[in-house]
């Protein structure tokens, strides 16, 4: 259906592009914002490079891993070897706050909108960052939850307090800010006692973590309850002048957030489509004339349109 074209790189405060897309924020009556793994790189969490090396450079040593995310991947030998690697993931990911303000930005750029968030990240910036958790679908899960690994039921468990002992385990010590140092001279352990090793409380199986990544993936009341939510807002804004925001989706899974917000653009006749994505920036023919693409990166562009 849909044949895309793209537009140029966003190059500062004055480009036409981000002055069209504050005249779309403000013209909106409300604004649907689509988030992907490039708000969070913006934020300054990025998956590989120094961050991944100051944290995990044990495990950079002993298996080659190129970046967290493959990491995670990896089929280490035992669970203590397991959750000590995935204790480390979630605490940085999930329970330190963003170096950067790029979701504070987001917010008050649309705090006086009627607004509602999707996304696929499962760091929980939105809300650490003051967006209200009612409009808020984290549809691929959540950092900060536990699942039975079969599962054998649909709840999800809080891991904040058993993350941080694993982590203290391992010899990383906690700074007033939340962040991890390790003492000086001291050498990190890469794995976990084995009374911390996460089982379901229910069937005793091993733990997983919340993420979408197989049929396994719980879908509890809170994310159905989400979900409802956001069906909800769509329903009763289908006429409105509505704002399909998108920030940092790439080409993994378009269903969710990419190709449903060509489609509601579509659509609806008063509706207007913006992107901003680094190197990825693009829309459909279709849509060209009520689309607005910043190739550029999201914080520069979010801080220009707060304070130009």
Excluded at 8 to 18: E, L, N
Excluded at 85 to 92: H, V
Aim: hydrophobic share 40%; net charge neutral.
């Amino acid at each position: 259906m849909f044949s895309k074209i793209s537009t140029g790189r966003f190059t500062g405060r004055c480009s036409d592009d981000a002055e069209r897309l504050r005249a779309a924020l403000n013209r909106a009556d409300a604004v649907v914002i689509g988030a992907g793994a490039g708000l969070s790189t913006s934020a300054g969490f990025p998956y590989g490079g120094a961050r991944f090396a100051r944290y995990f450079a044990d495990f950079i040593r002993a298996y080659g891993f190129a970046d967290m995310y493959s990491g995670g991947f990896y089929p280490f030998e035992t669970p203590e070897e397991h959750w000590a690697y995935w204790s480390r993931y979630i605490y940085i990911n999930r329970y330190m706050d963003a170096p950067k303000p790029v979701y504070s930005d987001l917010l008050q750029l649309v705090q006086d909108k009627d607004y509602f968030v999707l996304t696929t990240n499962v760091d929980h910036q939105f809300q650490k960052a003051g967006f209200d958790k009612q409009r808020l679908f984290y549809t691929q899960g959540d950092y900060g939850l536990w699942q039975c690994s079969r599962p054998c039921h649909a709840e999800t468990y809080d891991n904040r307090e058993a993350v941080r002992r694993m982590v203290e385990a391992q010899g990383f010590v906690f700074a007033e800010n939340g962040d991890l140092r390790v003492p000086d001279g001291a050498a990190l352990k890469m794995e976990v006692p084995a009374e911390l090793v996460p089982h379901c409380p229910k069937c005793g199986a091993p733990m997983a973590m919340n993420l979408r990544a197989d049929s396994t993936f719980v879908e509890d009341a809170g994310w159905h309850a989400a979900a409802r939510r956001y069906a909800d807002f769509l329903r009763r804004r289908a006429d409105a002048r509505v704002l399909c925001l998108e920030l940092g989706v790439g080409g993994n899974t378009p269903g969710i957030i990419k190709y449903p917000f060509w489609r509601m653009t579509y659509e609806n006749p008063k509706a207007a489509y913006a992107c901003i994505n680094l190197g990825e920036a693009c829309a459909p023919k279709e849509i060209a004339g009520r689309a607005v693409c910043v190739d550029g990166d999201i914080g520069e562009v979010l801080h220009a349109l707060r304070f130009s």
